[in-house]
């Protein structure tokens, strides 16, 4: 199985630099989901996950 196959019918969710921590905490919460991709300019900078809190 490939990764495409898992995320063909998901919603992609990221956060951007300049969101506050809280922002994107609130995010994850609402969408349940235990970590999000950061972006800057639409490339990858780091991953903010639950242990991060």
Known sequence: M???DLL???VT???EMHQT???VAAMMVNRN???VPV???GQLVGIF???DL
């Open 2 to 4: 490939l990764i495409r």
């Open 39 to 41: 972006l800057q300019g």
């Open 49 to 51: 996950s639950e242990r």
């Open 13 to 15: 969710v990221s956060a």
């Open 21 to 23: 921590v809280l922002e």
């Open 8 to 10: 063909k019918n998901q």
């Open 33 to 35: 989901i235990g970590a």
